[in-house]
């Protein structure tokens, strides 16, 4: 007899909103202030109209996944494929016109960014795509306060961003995972190699992403394990993290107004 594999299969769209979206929503960065609902709904994998009245109401992100839906022809911006291209990255990206992209920008965050402007103007012919890691590395202004001397800047860019750990073991709702912070050396932003951290899977038995394995990969936001990663997204998030990081060392660094991040 074949072994049925208790694991669940890849989320829907909305429950993958409500899963990489709780996180910030839950410290109060951004999104209605209506975290325990948003938890629920990506805890028990539901969707129904009031989760996309919450999804709607994310300053940062909802902006982002009307644009790759509009762009990409798919009719629902919380589409799996759409939600999947903003926290993780997909081929959805590599698809969006460039000049497009950066008209959608100017009228966006222009008037906001004011003179730090030109460097995300800059940014957008060398290959950045509206994904949340373009938007924690190019558009909020942590990067360009890495300078001051002070860790915070550092610690809000590693914890803000999507990124990818391991499973080593679990407790209850502590899961210890293998993961890559970011380190910064005063000129270059970079991976570490990897060390061991202890994230939040749940709150008393129920979580975003249960019954994880030692071996397995998961996407954290902040300090939980949101979901399971299945080797292309695992592969796709890499890849997305690593260009946007390398755009955002190879460009002048600035320091910008604090704009939300969903």
Same mark, same amino acid.
């Given at each position: 007899m074949t072994a049925v594999d208790p694991r669940p299969a890849v989320v829907t769209g909305p429950t993958l909103f409500a899963r990489y979206a709780y996180p910030p929503n839950e410290r109060g960065s951004c999104g209605p202030p209506q975290h325990q609902t948003l938890f629920e709904y990506g805890a028990a994998a539901r969707a129904d109209p009031g989760l996309e009245l919450l999804a709607r109401q994310f300053a940062g992100a909802w902006p982002y996944l009307e644009f790759i839906a509009g762009v990409s022809g798919i009719p629902d911006a919380l589409d799996h494929r759409v939600v999947e291209a903003y926290w993780l990255g997909n /081929?959805?990206?590599? @698809?969006?016109?460039? &000049?497009?992209?950066?008209?959608?920008?100017? /009228?966006?965050?222009? @008037?906001?960014?004011? &003179?730090?402007?030109?460097?995300l103007a800059e940014a957008i012919p060398v290959g950045v795509v509206p994904t949340h890691s373009f938007h924690v590395f190019h558009v909020y202004p942590w990067v360009g306060l890495l300078g001051n001397g002070r860790g915070e800047p550092l610690e809000v860019l590693q914890r803000c961003r999507i990124r990818w750990g391991q499973v080593v073991s679990s407790d209850g709702d502590q899961v210890v995972v293998r993961s890559r912070p970011l380190v910064y050396d005063g000129q270059r932003l970079e991976l570490s190699e990897p060390q061991l951290e202890t994230a939040t899977s749940g709150i008393g038995g129920v979580g975003l992403a249960t019954g994880l394995e030692p071996g397995e990969w998961v996407g954290l936001h902040w300090g939980w394990v949101c979901d399971r990663l299945t080797p292309r997204q695992l592969v796709q998030l890499r890849r997305y993290t690593l260009r946007h990081l390398r755009i955002a060392n190879d460009r002048v660094a600035h320091s910008g107004p604090a704009l939300s991040i969903g």
């Amino acid at each position: 007899m074949t072994a049925v594999d208790p694991r669940p299969a890849v989320v829907t769209g909305p429950t993958l909103f409500a899963r990489y979206a709780y996180p910030p929503n839950e410290r109060g960065s951004c999104g209605p202030p209506q975290h325990q609902t948003l938890f629920e709904y990506g805890a028990a994998a539901r969707a129904d109209p009031g989760l996309e009245l919450l999804a709607r109401q994310f300053a940062g992100a909802w902006p982002y996944l009307e644009f790759i839906a509009g762009v990409s022809g798919i009719p629902d911006a919380l589409d799996h494929r759409v939600v999947e291209a903003y926290w993780l990255g997909n /081929d959805l990206l590599d @698809r969006i016109d460039m &000049t497009t992209f950066g008209n959608a920008l100017m /009228d966006r965050f222009r @008037r906001q960014m004011g &003179t730090s402007w030109q460097h995300l103007a800059e940014a957008i012919p060398v290959g950045v795509v509206p994904t949340h890691s373009f938007h924690v590395f190019h558009v909020y202004p942590w990067v360009g306060l890495l300078g001051n001397g002070r860790g915070e800047p550092l610690e809000v860019l590693q914890r803000c961003r999507i990124r990818w750990g391991q499973v080593v073991s679990s407790d209850g709702d502590q899961v210890v995972v293998r993961s890559r912070p970011l380190v910064y050396d005063g000129q270059r932003l970079e991976l570490s190699e990897p060390q061991l951290e202890t994230a939040t899977s749940g709150i008393g038995g129920v979580g975003l992403a249960t019954g994880l394995e030692p071996g397995e990969w998961v996407g954290l936001h902040w300090g939980w394990v949101c979901d399971r990663l299945t080797p292309r997204q695992l592969v796709q998030l890499r890849r997305y993290t690593l260009r946007h990081l390398r755009i955002a060392n190879d460009r002048v660094a600035h320091s910008g107004p604090a704009l939300s991040i969903g």
